[in-house]
């Protein structure tokens, strides 16, 4: 996955994969919102999935079977380093600091959100 950012559309389907696990690409359809794309563009975005490292397959005969190899907490973590390498000076301060004015969060909303993280991490 290094280095490898999904598209929109990619993300739309791997969303998919993390939320419902291993499908086929039938199956995806049935769990794509309306308007639904042809099966033949979600076919291709699986295909370029599995080149880019992010899902692979299991054969049942004809059938595929896709199951995602990454995590969506590891993309996550991909992602948001590459934002923050992008916009904020690699700084995670940087970024914490834009949030907080963005969404004028007071210093008790602050202390809540540092509290949580410590407790997540134990």
């Given at each position: 996955m290094k280095?490898?950012?999904l598209?929109?559309?990619?993300?739309?389907?791997m969303?998919l994969?993390?939320?419902?696990?291993?499908?086929t690409?039938?199956k995806?359809?049935?769990?794509?919102?309306?308007?639904k794309?042809?099966?033949?563009?979600?076919s291709?975005?699986?295909?370029?999935l599995?080149k880019?490292g992010f899902?692979?397959h299991?054969?049942?005969?004809r059938t595929f079977e896709?199951f995602?190899i990454i995590t969506?907490?590891?993309?996550?973590?991909f992602s948001?380093?590459?934002?923050?390498g992008?916009y904020?000076?690699g700084?995670m301060?940087?970024?914490?600091?834009?949030?907080a004015?963005?969404?004028?969060?007071?210093?008790?909303?602050?202390?809540?959100?540092?509290?949580s993280?410590?407790?997540?991490t134990?």
């Amino acid at each position: 996955m290094k280095n490898k950012k999904l598209t929109k559309a990619e993300e739309e389907v791997m969303q998919l994969f993390w939320a419902n696990g291993p499908n086929t690409v039938s199956k995806l359809m049935k769990l794509m919102p309306n308007p639904k794309p042809a099966q033949t563009t979600i076919s291709s975005f699986v295909r370029i999935l599995e080149k880019k490292g992010f899902v692979g397959h299991k054969s049942f005969g004809r059938t595929f079977e896709y199951f995602p190899i990454i995590t969506q907490s590891e993309y996550s973590k991909f992602s948001l380093k590459s934002l923050v390498g992008n916009y904020f000076n690699g700084s995670m301060s940087q970024l914490v600091s834009f949030i907080a004015k963005e969404e004028d969060l007071s210093l008790s909303e602050i202390s809540e959100l540092i509290e949580s993280s410590k407790n997540e991490t134990k």
